[in-house]
């Protein structure tokens, strides 16, 4: 019974920092409200977008008085702002930003107008979006399930340490090569699909979804070394479990691939 008490608190701790990391991440969509004359309007505006075709950006606005704009322009560019007038679908507003090259990225700013007077849904801040080449979905799934794994059962690794009549060496064991597997196999294979590099973490680049999979994994391999021929690891393996959980609540995607756009404004 405490096993599966113990693999229940690994799973609810595993979900919290899953869910807390994807949400903060720079790709997850801007949602908010905006108060207009004849009340507010939910909206929901993309942070990722496909190479494959333009981006959509819609709102339901059901008050046909409101109009609504799209400004956007090269992400870290001296580019002029481009305008976009958006267009009426009903209830909705509908506008639409260019594609780009994998790892392009556009800032963005949508701008209703009410009765004469200009509201932007980001305030003063721009929405940047990025764009990536289509990735599988077989591998996409298989990704988010092995490192899912991977986060559960370091979880649970680090609950073993701390009960002294469990062994959570086994458990550290199958945490390396799950890490392995889902962070430098799986890992790599999506962001050749995404964005055409195998690679962009320490020391080659600074993404930290690829730095961070490779501290988390550095940290499972020194608890594993210190465990060679039945010696005692529990603090090793607490300490792994402890350094995995930190590095995985730094958000989804931050400082991710990007690319450089020349110099020249269009």
Request: hydrophobic share 50%; with cysteine; net charge positive.
């Amino acid at each position: 019974m405490k096993k599966v008490l113990f693999w229940f608190l690994a799973f609810i701790i595993t979900a919290a920092s899953a869910v807390y990391q994807r949400m903060t991440g720079p790709t997850h969509p801007v949602r908010g409200k905006a108060a207009l004359s004849n009340g507010e309007v939910n909206f929901k505006l993309p942070r990722s977008a496909e190479i494959t075709s333009d981006c959509e950006v819609g709102l339901e606005v059901p008050d046909t008085e409101v109009a609504g704009r799209l400004l956007f322009r090269r992400f870290k560019t001296d580019d002029s702002w481009t305008e976009v007038v958006m267009v009426r679908q009903e209830k909705r507003l509908v506008g639409s930003l260019p594609k780009q090259p994998m790892a392009g990225k556009l800032a963005y700013k949508v701008v209703l107008t009410d009765r004469g007077k200009d509201t932007s849904l980001s305030g003063d801040e721009d929405i940047v979006i990025r764009f990536k080449g289509t990735v599988p979905t077989a591998l996409l799934l298989a990704h988010i399930l092995v490192i899912f794994a991977a986060m559960l059962f370091s979880t649970r690794a680090g609950i073993a340490a701390l009960d002294k009549k469990s062994d959570p060496r086994r458990l550290a064991v199958w945490t390396a090569v799950l890490f392995f597997v889902g962070g430098f196999i799986l890992g790599p294979l999506m962001q050749k699909f995404a964005f055409d590099s195998w690679w962009t973490g320490f020391p080659l680049g600074r993404d930290l979804t690829d730095s961070k999979t490779l501290f988390a994994m550095l940290a499972w391999v020194v608890a594993l070394v210190a465990g060679r021929g039945g010696r005692k690891n529990r603090a090793w393996v607490l300490a792994a479990s402890i350094v995995t959980l930190i590095v995985f609540l730094i958000p989804h995607s931050l400082l991710g691939s990007e690319l450089k756009y020349s110099g020249t404004p269009r």
